[in-house]
């Protein structure tokens, strides 16, 4: 898994290893991120269920100028800790550990809105 595009451009991304977290393909990234191009420029935008925190790191990469990254695994907090080190975006990113109501709580208290959000939860657990 890579950056595709951006200041990032071209750097590998690690994912959590022992977790059931399937990351999002580079090619529908890559089509994801080619429709909403033209509106992410500036904006805030929120990962939840971030697993490698690929989308996330993308989203800074590519002109956004902040991101939350929201995930209850402790090796996907650690992994999204490390690629946000790699890419050198750590900067303009938030994480959040916990469950993704404990994390929207959180946020809501804090007043923080966000102009996209990115949500891809994790199959078999009950969020279809």
């Known amino acids: 898994m890579r950056v595709i595009s951006g200041t990032a451009r071209s750097l590998i991304l690690k994912t959590p290893k022992g977790t059931s977290t399937r990351p999002t393909t580079d090619k529908i990234k890559e089509t994801l991120f080619n429709m909403i191009s033209n509106e992410l420029y500036n904006t805030t935008f929120l990962d939840l269920f971030a697993g490698s925190g690929g989308i996330g ?6 002109g956004a100028k902040e991101a939350y990254f929201c995930d209850i695994d402790r090796e996907a907090i ?6 946000l080190e790699h890419t050198k975006l750590i900067d303009k990113a938030t994480i959040l550990k916990g469950s993704f109501e404990a994390n929207l709580e959180k946020i809501k208290t804090h007043g923080k809105k966000f102009d996209i959000v990115f949500i ?3 199959y078999q657990k009950g969020f279809e």
Do not use: G, M
């Not at 790191?57 to 590519?62: D, N, P, Q, V, Y």
């Not at 650690?78 to 690629?83: F, K, L, T, V, Y």
């Open 57 to 62: 790191i993308e989203a800074l990469s590519r």
């Open 120 to 122: 891809d939860p994790p």
């Open 78 to 83: 650690r992994c999204i800790r490390e690629n």
